[in-house]
C-alpha cells in the first residue's frame, strides 16, 4: 500500500510531469527524423534530464485556525468555564472580583474585538489555565487551611491573583478602545479632507 502511494506521489509530482514533458519532446524529435537509431536514448535522456531540472516538490502549508475560529474555541470554554465557577463556593469578595472579571472577559470575547494573536494568547490563557487554577487552588487550599490554624487566609491570595488577571484583560480593553480611537480619528481627517 505505501509503495502505491509513493508511485502514485511521484506519477503527480513535477518531475514526472517534466520528465514527461520533456520525453515528448524525444518522441517528436524522433518523428523528424532528428534522433535517428538513438532514439530510445534520447527519450529516456531528455525525460531524465527534465526530471532533474524540474523544481522540488513543497509539501502542503499546514492549516491554522484563524482568529474567529479561535475565537469561537475560547467562547465555548469560557461557557464552561463558567458552568463551573457557578459552583464553586467562594467568600464575597473573591466572588465580586470574579464577576468583574467575568464580565470584562465576555466583553472582550465578544466577536469582532480581538483579532491580534497576542490578545487572543492572553484571553485563552486566562479562561483555560488562570482562572481555573486559581479557584481549584483556593478551594484546595482552603479545604486544608481547617487543620492549620495561623495560615495566610487563601482569600487573599485568590483576590491578588484575579486582580491580576483583570489587570491583564483592562489592558487588552485598553489597546482595544485606543486603536478604535485612532481608527475613528484617521477617518474623521480622510472625510474631512476630500472637501478639500
Not at 77 to 91: G, H, I, K, M, N
Amino acid at each position: 500500500m505505501a509503495t502505491s502511494n509513493r508511485l502514485l506521489r511521484y506519477a503527480e509530482s513535477r518531475k514526472n510531469l517534466t520528465g514527461c514533458a520533456a520525453g515528448l519532446a524525444g518522441l517528436a524529435l524522433t518523428l523528424t527524423g532528428a534522433a535517428g537509431a538513438l532514439w530510445p536514448l534520447v527519450v529516456v535522456g531528455l525525460y531524465g534530464a527534465g526530471a532533474l531540472i524540474a523544481p522540488p516538490e513543497r509539501p502542503d502549508t499546514p492549516r491554522f485556525p484563524s482568529a474567529s475560529e479561535q475565537l469561537d474555541e475560547l467562547r465555548t470554554d469560557f461557557t464552561a468555564l463558567r458552568v463551573y465557577l457557578a459552583e464553586v463556593d467562594l467568600p464575597p469578595a473573591p466572588r465580586e472580583r470574579l464577576t468583574a472579571l467575568d464580565t470584562l472577559l465576555e466583553a472582550l470575547l465578544e466577536p469582532g474585538w480581538v483579532s491580534d494573536p497576542e490578545h487572543l494568547h492572553v484571553l485563552a490563557r486566562a479562561v483555560r489555565l488562570d482562572v481555573p487554577e486559581a479557584v481549584d487552588t483556593f478551594v484546595r487550599t482552603r479545604w486544608w487551611s481547617r487543620f492549620t490554624s495561623g495560615a495566610e487566609a487563601p482569600e487573599g491570595h485568590l483576590e491578588r491573583q484575579l486582580a491580576a488577571l483583570h489587570e491583564e484583560a483592562t489592558a487588552i480593553a485598553t489597546a482595544l478602545q485606543e486603536a478604535e480611537a485612532i481608527r475613528q480619528h484617521i477617518h474623521t481627517e480622510y472625510v474631512e479632507g476630500r472637501g478639500n
